[in-house]
């Protein structure tokens, strides 16, 4: 739902036809239906995050995001016509790899059972500093960065989104824990901490959905989906194990399964944002590889003779180049 509702929203921003767009500031997209759409899909994904949140660790539940890299590439080359070439198939393979491995070797959480534990860890002075700087760096992007390189730099609008997701991941783990306390039969509506998290998180989303419509409409959904889904998971990961704890009990071998996990996810995106735009044809295979040349002693044709040619070994030209010196050497003599 999450991958697809990147494609909705592109698609219900390319329709505004000249109105004031999300990457001018503007909010026309809220009268298109495709946009809204695209929102109640999220809404539908985000739901699904929020029960899988509740039960288990972030860092089990936030790199399956890369899925949703993988719909959205693939929705997008089909209803967007952007290129998704083999490299971006790979990498689309090598993302789902390094979640499954990641998820594998995931480090497992403090148990936090209670609003009381979940105020704890939220005094913990780790935590507010982390805080602290996520909510400073977002400022400084949106008021600093933003009005200089938010149209030409991806990173910025993406960052804001990455960083404030941070923050509203942990909040959807505090609500989580009270809406289980409260179908217990607990008091949980009187716990002032729950509201708390519940008008931080409703903060937090509306800032995300700002600044990820801003990405959208400047950038590819192919280039924004990826960057976005390796900042957030980062993120989300160092706010977890600051909050949680959950980095200081793990044995040797989930430590490196989890960090080459990450590596790998962060490989195959980087293979589907940096070639995007080259295009890979069979002209570029070697000779025995392309389509109708099966035989690789076959004479290349005076067409093939700037592609394919550049496959063939270089002796022959040398030796015809000796050939040729020692030719006239001998004229002269």
């Known amino acids: 739902f999450i991958g697809g509702s990147f494609v909705l929203k592109k698609k219900g921003l390319l329709r505004l036809c000249g109105r004031a767009r999300a990457g001018q500031g503007g909010h026309a997209y809220l009268r298109e239906w495709l946009w809204w759409a695209g929102l ?4 539908v994904g985000e739901a699904a995050n929020f029960a899988a949140y509740a039960f288990a660790p972030a860092t089990l539940v936030t790199p399956l995001g890369a899925l949703s890299v993988l719909v959205s590439a693939i929705l997008s080359s089909v209803f967007l016509n952007e290129q998704l070439n083999v490299h971006g198939k790979i990498g689309c393979i090598l993302s789902v ?6 998820v594998i070797h995931a480090p497992q959480e ?3 059972s209670s609003l009381e534990s979940m105020a704890e860890k939220l005094k913990d002075p780790g935590f507010i500093v982390f805080a602290v700087c996520v909510l400073v760096s977002s400022l400084l992007l949106i008021f600093v960065a933003g009005p200089r390189y938010g149209r030409s730099n991806v990173l910025v609008y993406v960052l804001v989104c990455s960083a404030i997701g941070s923050l509203s991941v942990s909040c959807v783990k505090g609500l989580g824990i009270a809406l289980k306390e409260l179908f217990s039969g607990k008091p949980v509506l009187k716990e002032p901490l729950g509201w708390v998290l519940l008008v931080c998180l409703v903060i937090c989303i509306s800032i995300q959905i700002n600044y990820l419509n801003k990405a959208l409409d400047i950038f590819n959904t192919s280039v924004v989906t990826p960057i976005y889904y390796v900042l957030f998971t980062t993120a989300v990961m ?4 600051i909050l949680f704890k959950e980095w200081q009990h793990m044995v040797l071998d989930n430590i490196i399964g989890s960090i080459s996990g990450f590596l790998t996810i962060v490989s195959g995106i980087f293979l589907l944002h940096s070639f995007r735009d080259m295009p890979f044809t069979p002209s570029l295979l070697p000779l025995f590889l392309q389509p109708g040349r099966a035989d690789p002693h076959l004479p290349c044709s005076s067409a093939d003779r700037h592609q394919s040619c550049q496959h063939q070994p270089l002796l022959p030209s040398e030796d015809k180049g000796s050939q040729s010196a020692e030719e006239e050497e001998e004229e002269e003599k």
């Open 238 to 241: 160092m706010c977890s194990a």
């Open 97 to 102: 790899l390094g979640s499954t491995v990641m």
């Open 110 to 112: 403090e148990e936090v």
């Open 40 to 43: 109640l899909c999220m809404g």
